[in-house]
Each structure stands twice: as structure tokens, then as C-alpha cells.
């Protein structure tokens, strides 16, 4: 037998480390045992320890990416799809459901730039119809008054040859379609007025022609 070393013994319910040495002066064995649990304590301990870590930064992984994407992702991908919608137009679109810290102020930002891209829309659409409208309105008062003079000149000549009936439309004709011309307040016209217009208008004309 060797003069040191150790070994396992059981002993019941329980596992030893069994260390001994020869004391050469006296011819005896020192015999010393430890319980392999007590040897296994620190490195299950360790064990523990480093499973209760890696879940608590695994737990912590998984909520530092569904706050990062309830705070971030989403309200970022929100924001590109507003800006998208105002870029085919939509311009009454705005943020809601404002989210806390730097992307409340981006919410804001938006629905602000929005707001004035919408008004400044707006201004440019009724500029454009009041300039559409004073163009008409010029060409109307330069067409209408020789338009009259024709007219009048025409009722004049039917009346010296005799055509009362002639006059009489003519006049019938001219007195509805400067009623609906000259009329003011009212800018939308039905379908049916505007073919009331355009008859009165074809039968003067086709009436000036013939004459």
C-alpha cells in the first residue's frame, strides 16, 4: 500500500473521501475523511448561483427588448407610416396615442408640420379657385357685352321685318339666360341649370346665325 493517497468509502447513506498517510517515526496510518457533499457545497452553490444570473439577465434581455419595442419600434414605424400617408396626400392625417419621452415631442412635431402643410394646401386650392373664377369672370365680361349687342340688334331687325314670334323668343331666350348669369350667391348649380344655360345659349346663337 502506498505511504498517502485517498479513496471513496460509503458509509450508509453517505459518501466519504477518505484521505490517510503513513507516519513513518510511529509505523501508523493518519486517516482523514470528508463528506463528498460538503466537498460538492461550494461548486453546487456556484451552480445555483450561476443559473439564478444567466435567468435573471435572460428575464431582463426579454424585457429591455419589449420596452425597446414599445418605446421605439413601434412608435417609430407609426411615425413612417403618417409620413408615407401625407406623402400620397392624406394631409388630415395625425399622431395619436403620443408616447412618453423624445418620441411625445416627434408626435408633436408631426401633427404641427401637418397642420400647416393641410392649411397651406387649402390656401393654395382657394387661391386657385378665386383665380379660376376671376379669369371667368373676365372672359364673361368681355363676351357678354358684344354677345348682348348681337342680340339686341337681332330683336330689333325680327321687329321692323314683322317676326313677332321671332322677337319674342329671342327676348325669352335672353332674359333667362342673363337671369342665370347675373345671378350672385350662388356658386354649386344643378345639371339641370347648366342645360337650361346651354339651351337658352344655343338657340340665341343658332338664331344670330340664321339671321
Given at each position: 500500500?502506498?505511504?498517502?493517497?485517498?479513496?471513496?468509502?460509503?458509509?450508509?447513506?453517505?459518501?466519504?473521501?477518505?484521505h490517510y498517510q503513513k507516519v513513518d517515526s510511529l509505523g501508523w496510518y493518519v486517516v482523514d475523511y470528508v463528506p463528498i457533499s460538503q466537498i460538492m457545497a461550494p461548486i453546487e452553490r456556484n451552480n445555483t448561483m450561476f443559473y439564478a444570473i444567466s435567468?435573471?439577465?435572460?428575464?431582463?434581455?426579454?424585457?429591455?427588448?419589449?420596452?425597446?419595442?414599445?418605446?421605439?419600434?413601434?412608435?417609430?414605424?407609426k411615425l413612417i407610416q403618417s409620413m408615407n400617408l401625407i406623402e400620397k396626400g392624406f394631409y388630415a392625417i395625425r399622431m395619436k396615442d403620443r408616447p412618453k419621452g423624445e418620441f411625445?415631442?416627434?408626435?408633436?412635431?408631426?401633427n404641427s408640420m401637418a397642420t400647416r402643410i393641410e392649411a397651406l394646401i387649402e390656401d393654395v386650392y382657394k387661391e386657385q379657385l378665386r383665380s379660376?373664377?376671376?379669369?371667368?369672370?373676365?372672359?364673361?365680361?368681355?363676351?357678354?357685352?358684344?354677345?348682348?349687342?348681337?342680340?339686341l340688334a337681332y330683336i330689333k331687325?325680327?321687329?321692323?321685318?314683322?317676326?313677332?314670334?321671332?322677337?319674342?323668343?329671342?327676348?325669352?331666350?335672353?332674359?333667362?339666360?342673363?337671369?342665370?348669369t347675373t345671378k350672385t350667391g350662388k356658386k354649386l348649380a344643378t345639371l339641370e341649370e347648366e342645360l337650361g344655360l346651354v339651351s337658352h345659349y344655343?338657340?340665341?346663337?343658332?338664331?344670330?346665325?340664321?339671321?
Open positions: 500500500i502506498a505511504s498517502e493517497g485517498y479513496f471513496l468509502s460509503e458509509a450508509g447513506d453517505s459518501t466519504y473521501q477518505m435567468s435573471m439577465m435572460l428575464f431582463m434581455g426579454i424585457y429591455l427588448a419589449f420596452v425597446l419595442y414599445r418605446n421605439v419600434q413601434i412608435p417609430f414605424r411625445r415631442l416627434l408626435y408633436d412635431r408631426f379660376k373664377e376671376a379669369t371667368l369672370k373676365q372672359l364673361q365680361s368681355q363676351i357678354n357685352p358684344h354677345f348682348l349687342y348681337n342680340t331687325s325680327m321687329i321692323e321685318l314683322g317676326e313677332k314670334e321671332a322677337a319674342i323668343a329671342m327676348t325669352m331666350n335672353l332674359s333667362k339666360y342673363y337671369r342665370y344655343l338657340q340665341i346663337n343658332s338664331a344670330l346665325i340664321d339671321g
